[in-house]
T-cell receptor
């Protein structure tokens, strides 16, 4: 039982490049989330998907897009990376919104030069 | 104002000591509360939920004060393995808001 997996673990991009962060969960959870974590800021919600087929903006959605490909997979895309998007990105899942425990993936460390 | 605020610490304590810290939240409509633990360069993991009546899980005790809008965590008989960052988490409208974390270092 892998839980929540994320790829890649590390990535370095140049300003303006695009990339997609992949996330998958094998716990049959309905809800999935993308966060970014910056020093001193705590985790901030980028986008979430309350259930398959729905996506909603979180606190810091600008510069990102998401796709809930199916119940298992939720991807995050940076269309034109900027240095301000240098961060650690965590994907999480839960049975349903907020009231349940969220399980996190190991994170993707992204640097944009 | 941040929705969830924590003293960043660090709290540096000897093994066996008791350490306690709080977090405050700004939205009185917050529905549920949690403490997560995050080890260095790792993902957050649920430590415990926080209930209105207060609750214990082994050496960890969590308290909720809705009137003053703060949550506390107390760790008794600290172990080296308790060294981590503790994240205060509040559920607001079915989304979680995270504090920036309180760092605890337990020394031998």
């Amino acid at each position: 039982n892998a839980g929540v997996t994320q790829t890649p673990k590390f990535q370095v991009l140049k300003t303006g490049q695009s990339m997609t962060l992949q996330c998958a969960q094998d716990m049959n959870h309905n809800s999935m989330y993308w966060y970014r974590q910056d020093p001193g800021m705590g985790l901030r919600l980028i986008y979430y998907s309350a259930s398959e087929g729905t996506t909603d903006k979180g606190e810091v959605p600008n510069g990102y897009n998401v796709s809930r490909l199916n119940k298992r997979e939720f991807s995050l895309r940076l269309e034109s990376a900027a240095p301000s998007q240098t961060s650690v990105y965590f994907c999480a899942s839960s049975e349903s919104g907020g009231v349940n425990e969220q399980f996190f993936g190991p994170g993707t460390r992204l640097t944009v030069l | 104002r941040k929705e969830v605020e924590q003293d960043p610490g660090p709290f540096n304590v000897p093994e066996g000591a008791t350490v306690a810290f709080n977090c405050t939240y700004s939205n009185s409509a917050s529905q549920s509360f949690f403490w997560y633990r995050q080890d260095c360069r790792k993902e957050p993991k649920l430590l415990m939920s926080v209930y209105s009546s207060g609750n214990e899980d082994g050496r960890f005790t969590a308290q909720l004060n809705r009137a003053s809008q703060y949550i506390s965590l107390l760790i008794r008989d600290s172990k080296l393995s308790d060294s981590a960052t503790y994240l205060c988490v509040v559920n607001i409208n079915y989304k979680l808001s995270f504090g920036a974390g309180t760092t605890v270092t337990v020394r031998a």
